[in-house]
């Protein structure tokens, strides 16, 4: 993995020299992502193509229209619970890296290595692939009206999805807050489209799957087991609510945009997914929705007439947007990672005049094309859904046990113990259920997730690695420095209460000064 910051003495020099470099306000991360693109990166990466392609999934374990629009909200209340806690987290806490940084923070370095691990390995790379390639496959199908695209050619164009989405992020802050902006408001009047073609069918008297009589009928024999289920679905639904938290240093005032973004963005998400799916069942049966493969292409096809090709297109813009969120968010978490002497710390370095962190960005950008590769993405992520879902309660639980060990710590936003203990319960029990419904899954996703020890313990926490791996660590990073023009970037004070990896990596700052790097040069080690 990496030979962590205790090993670059060699670099102490460079260091020294980069230290005036911080005191007169050196590179660092760019605070460019005001509220509103903070609710863009929110919403964004929360509604992604499922909300257009396949809300079935809750309808189908609800059993009834009604049952699945109830799921809908608690799964919305939930969500926005669990926000609350993530946004005294996030300003108690303000460091890059959501809740890999907190658990990390709280719990030691061995349990954030493995949230990171996870997310490194499995989660973030499959995630972007495949909705990479929902974008490809509603760009090229109306190329092949009769068949379906070639997978050559899905993979491709992902790829250059990918490749091109990678090179804006790299190029500028402001110009992926701007896709993200625009392809969000994309998809939201989409979506509001939607939902005033459902009123204008409820004004002409479609509205009788939605009387209490009818929306509560069962299709089919209501389990408990199958509404545990419905519920796991929503709050899949909502993934992504947590994705600002990542991104917390490059936020314009994070105490008061945080939790505002978090206010806004998840309210607003719960309306637009119950008033979806509302609209959806005024033109189609629930045996309708649950057959069609693309349930916003139906509703078009039968409400919007030759204007039909509008849903197609706000799929591709969703996930187009998405994937963007996904590179920028993702890529903060890996140089979060690297900073603290998790990952290689050529990932925790950004650009000496574009003040991006354009090696995590290059990371995750590979990461994510070698999951094309693969046909297994699929079954990957089933695997890992249920760790994911882990750490999120994880997480919350560490707001309780920071409370205990730091009662005095200052804390700009202080929410009632009462939250997390409501999310920690819902998060119980969808977790027992969980496992006991599916005990091979989790199983093979807490053995992927128990990998990481060994890498944590050979590549972190052993120290006395040999001076001829430390001379070629340095030498990689060195090179990666030259050809990606990057430094270490300056600390600011929020974040100086890492681990003791984080600390010594501080004090071992780059090989590749500033000014060095602008001027393409350095000196050997």
């Not at 909200?73 to 809740?99: H, Q, R």
Request: proline share 5%.
């Amino acid at each position: 993995m990496t030979d962590g910051p205790r090993q670059r003495s060699s670099t102490a020099g460079s260091a020294k020299d980069a230290a005036p470099q911080e005191e007169s306000g050196g590179v660092a991360l760019k605070k460019e992502i005001g509220l509103v693109s903070a609710c863009g990166i929110i919403v964004g990466n929360i509604i992604g193509s499922g909300i257009f392609v396949s809300p079935k999934g809750v309808l189908e374990n609800a059993s009834s229209v009604g049952l699945a629009l109830i799921v809908w909200i608690i799964t919305g209340i939930i969500t926005a619970i669990g926000a609350l806690c993530y946004a005294e987290l996030g300003v108690t806490i303000p460091k890059s890296g959501g809740d890999y940084s907190y658990v990390k923070d709280i719990f030691g370095g061995l349990a954030g290595f493995l949230r990171l691990w996870i997310a490194v390995l499995v989660i973030y790379p499959t995630n972007q692939a495949v909705i990479a390639l929902t974008f490809s496959n509603y760009v090229l199908q109306p190329l092949f009206p009769t068949c379906f695209p070639p997978e050559n050619g899905l993979r491709l164009l992902a790829a250059v999805c990918l490749l091109l989405l990678t090179w804006v992020n790299c190029s500028s802050v402001r110009w992926a807050t701007r896709v993200q902006d625009i392809f969000t408001a994309g998809k939201l009047l989409a979506l509001a489209l939607i939902i005033i073609m459902g009123i204008v069918q409820i004004c002409k008297g479609e509205y009788y799957w939605l009387e209490p009589a009818n929306a509560f009928e069962p299709f089919q024999d209501y389990d408990v087991g199958l509404i545990a289920l419905a519920f796991l679905q929503g709050s899949f639904a909502y993934g992504g609510w947590n994705f600002l938290n990542y991104v917390t240093e490059e936020l314009v005032d994070p105490y008061v945009n945080l939790p505002r973004a978090i206010f806004i963005s998840i309210p607003l998400v719960t309306f637009v997914y119950v008033f979806a799916n509302i609209a959806y069942v005024t033109a189609m049966s629930p045996q309708e929705l649950l057959a069609s493969n693309a349930v916003a292409v139906t509703f078009g096809e039968k409400l919007l007439g030759v204007m039909a090709w509008i849903m197609p297109i706000s799929v591709a813009l969703s996930t187009f947007g998405g994937v963007n969120g996904s590179l920028f968010t993702s890529s903060r978490l890996f140089f979060a990672g690297a900073r603290e002497g998790h990952l290689p710390s050529l990932l925790a370095m950004i650009h000496v005049k574009r003040c991006t962190p354009i090696p995590a960005l290059a990371f995750t950008c590979l990461s994510t094309l070698l999951m094309l590769c693969t046909s297994d993405m699929y079954t990957l992520i089933n695997y890992v859904g249920f760790i994911n879902y882990l750490f999120y309660g994880v997480t919350v639980a560490g707001q309780i046990v920071l409370r205990i060990k730091q009662p005095n710590m200052h804390r700009p936003i202080k929410i009632s113990l009462i939250w997390p203990v409501i999310y920690l319960i819902f998060w119980a029990f969808l977790l027992i259920f969980s496992l006991y419904s599916e005990p091979v899954v989790c199983g093979i996703g807490l053995a992927i997730m128990l990998t990481g020890v060994p890498v944590y313990f050979l590549g972190v926490y052993w120290d006395k690695k040999p001076q001829c791996f430390n001379a070629f660590v340095d030498k990689m990073t060195y090179l990666g420095q030259k050809m990606c023009v990057v430094v270490y970037p300056a600390e600011s004070s929020s974040s100086s209460n890492g681990d003791e990896e984080g600390e010594e990596m501080q004090e071992a700052r780059s090989p590749l000064s500033k000014d060095e790097g602008e001027n393409h040069k350095a000196e050997d080690f």
